[in-house]
């Protein structure tokens, strides 16, 4: 009975969980005000450069295996601040889309629909690879990938683009979150 009840438990906890994972924490009013506040800027190729398998070898053949595992952990803290700095970002941007939704333009609305899939998909993406790479911080010589964030944000990137070309064709390439 009491492993049931602790089982229930877990399962309500990470239940809500996911539900704040998907509905982000970009739910005030003033996101939709000026959006550009609550961006912050993701080097996706950093990111990459810090999963990258075979910089993590070389790494591993130049260095001790301790003074190794301290920059493997330093390397995966940072590569943890970009994934946590994209999820922020896909919560901002599934408001824009969620809002963009209520469009009466169907392109537009088409747009908002895939930018606010991708959004959500981001953060159950972002979910997955904090929980990796705080386990490879652990346990330096597990082999974490947490590849698709760097394809999903990208993807998201280009959704906004879209989406902003169709809100306002005339104020340029990224107004969806230029807008004031």
Same mark, same amino acid.
């Given at each position: 009975m009491t492993i049931t009840l602790i089982l229930v438990c877990v399962a309500l906890l990470a &239940?809500? &969980?996911l539900l704040s994972l998907a509905k982000g924490q970009a739910s005030s009013p003033k996101v939709l005000e000026n959006p550009r506040e609550h961006i912050r800027s993701v080097d996706v190729e950093a990111f990459r450069n810090l999963m *990258?398998? *075979?910089e993590k070898e070389f790494l591993r053949t130049r260095l001790r295996p301790a003074e190794f595992r301290k920059i493997q952990r330093e390397r995966l803290r940072a590569a943890a601040d970009y994934v946590s700095c994209a999820a922020g970002? =896909?919560?901002v941007l599934l408001r824009l889309g969620e809002a963009a939704r209520r469009s009466p333009d169907p392109a537009t609305v088409a747009a =908002?629909?895939? &930018?606010v *899939?991708? =959004?959500i998909r981001l953060r159950f993406? =972002?979910?997955q690879a904090l929980a990796r790479l705080y386990v490879g911080m652990l346990l330096p010589g597990v082999r974490v990938s947490p590849v698709r964030i760097a394809e999903s944000y990208e993807q998201m990137t280009r959704l906004v683009v879209l989406l902003g070309c169709l809100q306002y064709p005339t104020r340029g390439v990224s107004a969806a979150l230029l807008a004031d």
């Open positions: &239940l809500v &969980l *990258d398998p *075979d970002n =896909a919560a =908002a629909d895939k &930018l *899939d991708n =959004a993406y =972002a979910f």
